[in-house]
């Protein structure tokens, strides 16, 4: 599976942004797909996953209330809707897939090249 993550760029602090992370090769409706963040100078940090079926979506306490994860299994695509950003949102996002489970930690088999979202104040 390759991921291929995109809809990074810069926005003002409030504003919104919505990351897909399309997959090719093969089709990963059967993965759970998780999104991850850096900061520079920082530790790569879990933002959010989605099971599967879509049925099950996880949040860091941090995003909760202002990203939606969600997917399209005919367009082999996950989304990230980033709303309210702040400027504590700039990093390079990341998506990732794996079979089986969700998970809060990166211990995921196929990773994307990340976009870069920067929030300005």
């Known amino acids: 599976v390759q991921l291929q993550a995109s809809g990074g760029g810069l926005v003002q602090a409030g504003g919104s942004l919505r990351l897909s992370c399309a997959a090719s090769g093969r089709t990963f409706s059967n993965y759970a797909v998780g999104w991850f963040r850096q900061a520079p100078g920082k530790e790569r940090e879990f933002v959010s996953t989605?099971?599967?079926?879509?049925?099950?979506?996880y949040y860091t306490d941090s995003v909760k209330g202002r990203f939606t994860i969600s997917r399209d299994k005919p367009k082999n695509t996950v989304y990230l809707q980033m709303n309210s950003l702040k400027p504590e949102d700039t990093a390079v996002y990341f998506c990732?897939?794996?079979?089986?489970?969700?998970?809060?930690?990166?211990?995921?088999?196929?990773w994307g090249q990340g976009t870069l979202v920067t929030v300005s104040s």
């Open positions: 990732a897939a794996k079979p089986r489970g969700s998970s809060r930690l990166p211990l995921y088999d196929y």
């Open positions: 989605i099971n599967w079926s879509g049925g099950s979506t």
